[in-house]
């Protein structure tokens, strides 16, 4: 895998557990470039059982990566990806991010893999 990728918030949180079956985020090759949605990093501080450890856990892992902000074009791509397949809001700023930076977009969510959306690659890790 090479180019630039969009993990999923299933995937960072896949690995950063060391579940097995995720991919190694801290081993990707040089020509890798990780971004995520800022969605991604809300899901991933946001969660009410979080503790200090895994917070830091956390914090240290996105400081390696570019978060990439509601811009006007993953608005309006957020918008035409919503309304055409009808995911989540979350699911859609996820998607369009990949989308608006020509990435990959890396997740284990099965209705994600199968939105058929002009100019979204979805690759899985199931």
Known sequence: MSGNIVPDSNIIIGFLDNREGFPDLSNLPTDTAIHISVITELELLSFSK?????ESIIL???SD???MPLTDAIKQKTIAFRRSTNRKLPDSIIAATAIVLGATLITRDN??????FPG???QSFI
Do not use: H
Request: aromatic content about 4%.
């Open 50 to 54: 979080l503790d200090s450890a895994a």
């Open 111 to 116: 209705d994600l893999l199968k939105a058929n």
């Open 65 to 67: 990566l570019t978060v």
């Open 120 to 122: 979204l690659i979805a």
């Open 60 to 62: 240290r892992f996105l």
